[in-house]
Structure formats: C-alpha cells, structure tokens
C-alpha cells in the first residue's frame, strides 16, 4: 500500500491540465453495452474506478483497451448477465451495468453495493424505475435479480434527485417501447453528457438540464466515438489547493459553467477568481474569509466539494458552517482534520468550523475519496510533514495527484508504506 508524504507550507503557483470526469466516464462505459460495435471515448482519466467498470463490462463480454486518453471499447455480444459481487463491492457505480442489461438482454443478476465508508447508500430508486418500466425485480442472496421482456416507456416520478438512478433508468428507457419521462430527474453536468452520448447513438432524449427527461425509446442504437467532459471536482478540489496554500493556479481544460457554485463561494472566502471559456485562475493572499455552505443538488454547491470545503474553513478568519444535505454522514474526514489541529464539531448533518490560525502535520489515514481529497489541502498548508496513507482511496478518482501538486511546487511525494515505516 502506499502513503503520500507532504511538507506543507508552500504556495502553488503554475498550470494544471484538469483530466476526464470519473462520473461521467462510467456511465458512458455502460452505454457501449446497448449496440454492439467499436466505440472510442477520448479524454478518458487514468483511475482505478475506469479500471474496475472497464474490468466489470469486460465480464459481461465487452472488450476495453486503453490507447493513452483513448479509451476503445468492443462490444461483440453479451456473454453474461452477471456482474458479481467481488468488483461491485469496490465500486458502487457498477449497478450502471442493471439498466443496459435489461433493455438489451432482457435478464441481468447484479450484486446489491452494500454500504460505503460514510454510511448506507440505497439503490431503491433504481430497482423502482427498473420495475416502474416493467421488469420483474427481485433480491436474492445479496443481489438484483431482474428480467424483462420488452421494457415499456413510464412516468417516473423520482421522490430524491439521484444521479445514479437517472443514469440507470435513460440506460434501460432509451430501448424502452414508448416514452418514458422522468421527473426530479438530476440535472448534473454528468447526466447531460450521458443524455448527449446517448442521443449521438440513436436515442431519443429532451430536457436535458431541466429535471424533466422525455426519453422516446428506439429500436436499436449504433456505437459512435465522444470526449469526455472535464472533471468538475478534480477542478474545484485544484481551485482548494491554490487558494489554501495562498498560491496563484491556472487550471486548463476544464470547464468553469459546471462550476459556478464553487466558484462563487472561492470569491466569498476571499480568492480572487477569473475565467475563461476552458480555464480558471485562482489567486489568494492567503486571507480566507468563513464561509456558510450547504450541499444540494447541482447547479448548488456538491457534496463531493464538502470535504474539501472543510479543510479550506479550516483555516479561516472566524466560523464557518457546513451542512450536507445530500449525504447526512458523509464526514469521515472529520476525525482525521481534527489530528492536524483542526477546529471542527459535528451536529448531525452540520459541520462547525472554528477557523485557526495553522495545522501542524501528522500521520492521518484516508477513509474515501473526496476525504483523502481534504487531508491532501491541509497537508498542502500543515506546519511540518504529513503521512496520507491507504492512498488507494485517492487513485480511484484523482490522477497522479501528487506530480499534478508537484509540477506546481508542493513538496508531495508517494512512498510504500511498507519500506518506510514512520
Ligand atoms: C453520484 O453518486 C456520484 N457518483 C457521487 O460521487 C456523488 O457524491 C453523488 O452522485 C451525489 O452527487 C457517481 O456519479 C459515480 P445519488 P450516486 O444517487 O449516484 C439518495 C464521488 O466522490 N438515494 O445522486 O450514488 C442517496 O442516499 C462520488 O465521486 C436514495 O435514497 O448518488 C443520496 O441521499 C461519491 N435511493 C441522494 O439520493 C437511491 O436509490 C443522492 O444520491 C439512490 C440514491
């Protein structure tokens, strides 16, 4: 396993190239399983969650094959209906594979998730659409066992905005006989680009943006080639790093209207902040104003900001709050922000931060993704050295982030835990 060791202290000052989006990447993988055919998507990130989809399709009898960015995927032919528990375990985004198996072979049997770091994460919304669109959906030994004929088109009236099961059921209603629409359907940029891809096939889908989806189901779809959008949280977590360490950072190929809400709270804190069609520069005097945040669904602020966001507080003139609305638990972190001397309580889903003057680097332990995000900006701007270890959790979603924070002059480094004990 390996650790990053940090020596903080040092403003950011340089260029960073934003990567592919994780989240929409994933999907994308699980539409080339509706038409058989040769699929490229270009601008893929590097990461182990894209290593474990394009493990979990390859199963099914999908080929992948990584040429650089480019991501090739061949699709001759489902080979089974099954996408066990042993890779769906790792990654929750796996239940992508329930809808395309259903509208294009009419049975799939997929391993429920289970749980994750910060607590339960259902998936009733997506067996609900599944059955509201005609499949018989039952649960057996710990997984989704489903079959369909053909599946017809339904009113989907999501009592939640889920990213995760809008994406599931536009995957199954896109081959669906009729129209589906759904209602309180996400709005994330992830979603449109999904819609986008989807359409580009064959599919027939309106309302992208609106949180109402009007999807025409069709008979067959085609493979076609696309790019994949840029990685709005790789950028806000970057957009952290330049104004916590009081840096100047430019940030290329992203873009900044999947970021308003970021943004907008950067300024509040006190970083100067510009943009351009593909680019934002972030500049901070190191003065970090308190902020009040509270998670939604987009255009708000993310919840895959709110780690982050944290960290950044932690060190502001004054109080801060943040509140998760979307996943009440979701603050593993806090115990590990605590150790480099961070001022934080927990009141159920709210955050209070009492902003400090410094953190002093410590051995700190990632528990997720975005957690481990949050423990990488306060080691950026601890006193002394700090070890991350379990850096796994950050490879699922950030791609070398540590010669991404060094070419702009974080003291950052990987090591193996094994031979450097400390
Ligand atoms: C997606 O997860 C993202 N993952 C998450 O990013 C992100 O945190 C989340 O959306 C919210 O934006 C991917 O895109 C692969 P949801 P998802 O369904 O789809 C409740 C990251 O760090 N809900 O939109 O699983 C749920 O409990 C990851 O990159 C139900 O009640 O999230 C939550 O409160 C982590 N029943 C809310 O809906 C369901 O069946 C939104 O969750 C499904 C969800």
Not at 16 to 34: D, E, Q
Not at 86 to 100: C, E, F, H, N, Q
Not at 169 to 186: D, F, H, K, S, Y
Request: aromatic share 4%; hydrophobic share 40%.
């Amino acid at each position: 396993m390996d650790k990053l060791v940090i020596h903080g202290g040092r403003p950011l000052r340089g260029e960073i190239v934003i990567g592919g989006s994780k989240n929409a990447v994933l999907p994308m993988m699980a539409a080339a399983m509706l038409a058989e055919g040769r699929y490229a998507l270009s601008n893929v990130p590097r990461l182990k969650d894209v290593r474990t989809m394009a493990r979990l399709v390859e199963g099914i009898g999908v080929s992948v094959t990584a040429e650089g960015r480019n991501l090739i995927l061949e699709n001759p032919g489902c080979r089974t209906w099954e996408a066990p528990y042993d890779l769906v375990k790792t990654m929750r985004a796996s239940i992508y594979v329930l809808g395309p198996l259903l509208a294009r072979y009419g049975r799939a049997k997929v391993s429920l998730p289970g749980g994750c770091a910060w607590g339960p994460r259902p998936v009733n919304l997506h067996i609900e659409g599944m059955r509201k669109l005609g499949a018989d959906v039952a649960i057996k030994e710990g997984y989704i066992v489903a079959t369909a004929g053909k599946l017809k088109g339904a009113r989907i009236l999501f009592d939640k905005s889920s990213v995760g099961a809008t994406a599931n059921i536009l995957l199954a209603a896109v081959l669906a006989r009729g129209t589906t629409r759904i209602e309180n359907a996400a709005r994330e940029p992830e979603i449109d680009a999904l819609c986008d891809f989807l359409n580009r096939m064959g599919g027939r889908i309106a309302g992208m943006g609106t949180g109402h989806l009007e999807i025409e189901g069709v008979d067959s779809l085609r493979p076609v080639s696309a790019e994949v959008i840029p990685d709005r949280i790789e950028t806000g977590t970057y957009l952290v790093a330049g104004h916590i360490t009081g840096g100047d950072l430019t940030l290329r190929r992203t873009r900044p209207d999947h970021c308003v809400a970021v943004i907008e709270k950067l300024r509040e804190s006190g970083a100067d902040v510009d943009e351009g069609p593909d680019w934002i520069r972030v500049r901070s005097g190191g003065q970090i104003r308190p902020t009040h945040v509270v998670t939604v669904e987009y255009p708000g602020f993310p919840t895959d900001m709110q780690a982050q966001w944290l960290a950044l507080m932690s060190l502001a003139a004054g109080t801060s709050t943040v509140t998760d609305t979307i996943f009440h638990d979701r603050f593993t972190h806090v115990a590990e922000l605590q150790r480099l001397g961070a001022d934080l309580t927990i009141d159920r889903n709210v955050c209070v931060v009492q902003g400090t003057d410094f953190l002093s680097g410590a051995r700190v332990m990632s528990t997720d993704l975005r957690a481990s995000a949050s423990l990488v900006l306060a080691g950026l701007v601890a006193r002394g050295r700090t070890d991350i270890s379990r850096v796994y959790h950050l490879d699922r979603g950030y791609e070398r982030i540590e010669e991404k924070l060094g070419s702009v002059g974080a003291d950052i480094r990987r090591e193996s835990e094994k031979t450097t004990p400390s």
